[in-house]
């Protein structure tokens, strides 16, 4: 075991030889590393942008983003007849009669009662949804009527409330 003030120290011989072992050690160990993020193919996931751009990683595409890649094809819709080009428009999109400028949602089909293809934050975008979202509509709606119904008579008895709120206060 070398002392903390021989490993310090350039005269010893023994120092001397232990530091030139230790230096080799960990340059093959760097080299290896080196070979080895050289032949690994793991994608390298840099979220804060740390890596340069002239990195051997981001040269060699080793870089990637946390989210997937996503490949979206969407149709190009020209509602107001914008484009010279028609080649590059699809015209077998259906448009909604609501709000022609958007394609209809993939579930209001036109058949439910006033479907007229109106989910413009496409709400229902599933059959699942959609009877969701209706079976909420009607209980809701259930729920406004009989608050027509509750509001106006609360307001016409509270003469009748209050005397009998007069009268038991008088009488205890």
Same mark, same amino acid.
């Not at 699809?90 to 909604?96: F, I, K, L, T």
């Not at 229902?124 to 509001?151: F, N, P």
């Given at each position: ?21 230790? *230096?080799? !050690? ?23 942008? /740390?890596?340069?751009?002239?990195? +051997?990683? =981001? !040269?060699? &595409? =080793? ?5 997937? *890649? +996503? !490949? $979206?094809?969407?149709? $190009? /819709? #020209? ?12 015209? #077998? $999109? #259906? ?21 007229? &293809? ?6 229902? #975008?599933?059959?699942?949804? /959609?009877?969701? *979202? =209706? ?26 409330? =209050? ?10």
């Amino acid at each position: 075991v070398v002392s903390s003030a021989a490993a310090f120290s350039s005269s010893s011989s023994s120092n001397s030889a232990f530091l030139m072992t230790t *230096q080799t !050690k960990s340059s093959t160990s760097l080299a290896a590393a080196s070979m080895d993020t050289n032949n690994n193919d793991k994608p390298i996931f840099d979220p804060l942008n /740390l890596y340069g751009k002239n990195s +051997l990683e =981001r !040269k060699s &595409g =080793r870089i990637r983003g946390l989210e997937p *890649q +996503l !490949k $979206v094809i969407k149709p $190009v /819709l #020209d509602p107001l007849n914008l484009y010279s080009n028609k080649a590059e428009v699809d015209v #077998d $999109v #259906d448009m909604s009669d609501s709000l022609p400028f958007l394609p209809r949602p993939a579930s209001l089909t036109g058949e439910l009662v006033g479907d007229v &293809g109106f989910d413009p934050f496409n709400y229902a #975008d599933t059959d699942s949804k /959609l009877a969701w *979202q =209706r079976e909420a509509e009607l209980k809701h709606s259930r729920i406004a009527m009989l608050a027509v119904i509750g509001w106006p008579l609360s307001e016409l008895s509270i003469n009748h409330w =209050r005397k009998c709120f007069i009268w038991t206060i008088v009488h205890f």
